[in-house]
Structures are given as structure tokens and as C-alpha cells.
């Protein structure tokens, strides 16, 4: 079974940076597509940004182009979201996510990053 | 890269059959047959239910049904049971200028 935990959430002042991170384990990690989806405190889902197997090919919204990076290392079984320029609308609990049939099928638990002064 | 429109609530008594519409453009749900559903429990990470509009992954029950026509998906849940109580998210891939996705503005499901 697919298990991913998230880490590296926290309370960071606005302007600032934050890198998440993602452990995976129970799949084949270097095979799939993995993405990021947020959901602020009571709102709904919003993705993020997603990467290709081999990190060759990554995808943003419009909203953190610029500003976030997605990477992985496949031999650590790990994904990344490097958060630059943070904003308080950034606010949120971050999902790692398995990308499989143009769905997300296994999800972590999540990691809280608060964005505050 | 705008929200997918669902309604905001949707309610039904045990037994009976709700249906929860999802609604976008020609550049993601009218575009591609790639809507997906989640179930979302409070405190509780999303939950995979329907994929490629009207596939269910392994374990989930067939009162869950997905459908698409033109710009709009519907998930229909049958026998409405008390544990469906919860908040139910589409999402579908989505290209206008670059590969996204895009999820749904989310429908919360209340048993009578």
C-alpha cells in the first residue's frame, strides 16, 4: 500500500521560504507522476504543481509559477516543493499526492504552513 | 485556470440517490475525459472515488457512479448510507496554456 508522509511545514513570516518535503514508500516511486495540492484552513482543494518521473517535465497554476519549485529524488523516494515569496494566501495544508489515470489516488496526511507576521 | 462550479450543498435521506454536478469549459471538462472525484471526511485527507469520469478504483462501492456531458460531470451516489456524509471535490485536467489541473469548488453532502 502507498503511504506518503509529509514534513517540513511551519510558521513563516510573508516574503519568506519553505521547503517541503515527501517521503514515499509501499509503490515503485520512480514510475509515477507526483503532485502537490493544497487546501487552505476551511476552503477547498487547489493543485499545485506536478513533476514527470524523471524530473524532466513539471507543471505549475498560474499562482505559484515563479515563485514554488517541485523536484524529486528518485533514489531517496522523495519529493520537494521549494516555497519562495510567500504570501498569506499561501496559508495552507499541503498534500503530496500520487498522480495515476489523470487522478490522485493516494494521499499524506498533509503538512501545515502558516504564513504570518 | 478557474475553479470547476459544484454546487455548494446537496442532501438526501438514507436510501435515496443524490446526484452533484461539476461544471467547466471546453478546456478541461468538456475537453478531455478526465474528471475525477474525491470524498473528503472532516480532518481527514481526501479520498479517491471515481477516475476517467466513470471508473471506480478497487474498494470503492458501485452506489458511486461518475458521468460527463459536454462541460458538465455528475457523481451519482445510490443508496445514500450515513458514512457518504461528507464534503465530495471533481477535478479534471485542464489545457489552456500549459498541462494543469483544476478541482472543483466542493459540495458538501448532508444526510436528512
Known amino acids: 500500500e502507498a503511504q506518503l508522509v509529509e514534513s517540513g511545514g511551519g510558521l513563516v513570516q510573508p516574503g519568506g521560504s519553505l521547503r517541503l518535503s515527501c517521503a514515499a514508500s509501499?509503490?515503485?516511486?520512480?514510475?509515477?507522476?507526483m503532485s502537490w495540492v493544497r487546501q487552505a484552513p476551511g476552503k477547498g482543494l487547489e493543485w499545485m504543481a506536478n513533476?514527470?518521473?524523471?524530473?524532466?517535465?513539471?507543471n505549475y497554476v498560474d499562482s505559484v509559477k515563479g515563485r514554488f519549485t517541485i523536484s524529486r529524488d528518485n533514489t531517496k523516494n522523495s519529493l520537494f516543493l521549494q516555497m519562495d515569496s510567500l504570501r498569506a494566501d499561501d496559508t495552507a495544508l499541503y498534500y503530496c499526492?500520487?498522480?495515476?489515470?489523470?487522478?490522485?489516488?493516494?494521499w499524506g496526511q498533509g503538512t501545515l504552513v502558516t504564513v504570518s507576521s | 485556470q478557474s475553479a470547476l462550479t459544484q454546487p455548494a450543498s446537496v442532501s438526501g435521506s438514507p436510501g435515496q440517490s443524490i446526484t452533484i454536478s461539476c461544471t467547466g469549459t471546453?478546456?478541461?471538462?468538456?475537453?478531455?475525459?478526465?474528471v475525477s472525484w474525491y470524498q473528503q471526511h472532516p480532518g481527514k485527507a481526501p479520498k479517491f472515488m471515481i477516475y476517467?469520469?466513470?471508473n471506480r478504483p478497487s474498494g470503492v462501492p458501485d452506489r458511486f457512479s461518475g458521468s460527463k456531458s459536454g462541460n458538465t460531470a455528475s457523481l451519482t451516489i445510490s443508496g445514500l448510507q450515513a458514512e457518504d456524509e461528507a464534503d465530495y471535490y471533481c477535478?479534471?485536467?485542464?489545457?489552456?496554456?500549459?498541462?494543469?489541473?483544476?478541482f472543483g469548488t466542493g459540495t458538501k453532502v448532508t444526510l436528512l
Open positions: 477535478s479534471s485536467y485542464s489545457y489552456i496554456s500549459s498541462a494543469t489541473y483544476v
Open positions: 513533476i514527470k518521473q524523471d524530473g524532466s517535465h513539471k
Open positions: 471546453s478546456s478541461d471538462v468538456g475537453g478531455y475525459n478526465y
Open positions: 499526492v500520487r498522480d495515476i489515470n489523470w487522478g490522485f489516488d493516494s
Open positions: 476517467e469520469v466513470n
Open positions: 509501499g509503490f515503485s516511486f520512480s514510475s509515477h507522476w
